[in-house]
């Protein structure tokens, strides 16, 4: 399947108009089966959706960890992803009986914030120096083919210890942190010594993403909310912003940085 489409578009300035071919990101609604009964649908792009329910699945406690997985399988037309998984019915309930409406996008919604995703404060010794991070903060700020074409997508990369790199791309940043999550822990590799690279902003649900995968350190080229800042100081992330022109700011547990 494509993820871009070319469409016929009128480009103004202030004098004048020109007809021109652009692109655009095809973004698709997903439906995700969870033990052969519809659990949701997402939009997103149609790329590593094994990855994607995965890491969704995961970083919401419905499943506990990979090796509960029995499954996945992907449709022909990659518009359906069924898992068959050992699950916490209590959390798959609680997805749907209070949600949190989130400052994202694409899936939107938590329903596990207060409890499944927020247990315990992560103590991990991992420390990175800062000029690992900044030449990866360079690397992850050059621009994707899928970018250059649409400038439509968000994106993420987990960097593991070893300098194994996992990246993903989507409309929703939501979705490109579970997809590089996810892609991961399919891959059954510990990611509790490894940092999180990503272009949107740092909420406060982006920061449980990371304590549910037990990721220490989460860092974005953009901003970070207050909100975001008082979860990474309550639950152990390093949380770091405006990852750019040679720089990071540090708002929560800097001391996995090496200088």
């Given at each position: 399947m494509?993820?871009?489409?070319?469409?016929?578009i009128e480009r103004f300035d202030r004098l004048s108009k020109v007809k021109a071919a652009d692109f655009v990101i095809n973004e698709s609604r997903i439906g995700f089966y969870l033990n052969g009964e519809k659990l949701l649908s997402v939009m997103s792009v149609p790329s590593d959706q094994d990855a994607h329910i995965a890491g969704f699945l995961l970083s919401e406690g419905v499943i506990e960890n990979p090796s509960a997985i029995k499954s996945i399988r992907v449709s022909d037309d990659g518009l359906s992803v069924y898992i068959d998984a050992n699950v916490d019915e209590s959390a798959r309930k609680n997805l749907f009986k209070e949600k949190t409406l989130t400052s994202g996008c694409c899936v939107g919604v938590t329903g596990n914030v207060e409890d499944k995703i927020a247990r315990e404060f992560l103590a991990a010794d991992y420390k990175v120096a800062i000029g690992v991070l900044l030449d990866a903060a360079q690397l992850f700020a050059q621009k994707t083919p899928l970018f250059e074409q649409t400038g439509c997508v968000h994106r993420a990369a987990l960097v593991l210890e070893s300098g194994e790199t996992f990246s993903a791309e989507?409309?929703?940043?939501?979705?490109?942190?579970?997809?590089?999550?996810?892609?991961?822990?399919?891959?059954?590799?510990?990611?509790?010594?490894?940092?999180?690279?990503?272009?949107?902003?740092?909420?406060?649900?982006?920061?449980?993403?990371?304590?549910?995968?037990?990721v220490p350190i989460v860092i974005s080229k953009a901003a970070v909310t207050l909100q975001g800042i008082r979860s990474a100081l309550e639950y152990g992330v390093t949380l770091g912003g405006f990852a750019r022109n040679?720089?990071?700011?540090?708002?929560?547990?800097?001391?996995?940085?090496i200088v």
């Open positions: 494509e993820f871009v489409t070319q469409a016929l989507d409309i929703g940043r939501h979705n490109a942190i579970d997809k590089a999550i996810g892609r991961a822990r399919l891959n059954g590799l510990d990611v509790s010594r490894s940092f999180l690279m990503t272009t949107g902003r740092l909420s406060m649900e982006m920061t449980m993403k990371c304590v549910m995968h037990r040679g720089r990071i700011n540090f708002y929560a547990h800097s001391g996995r940085i």
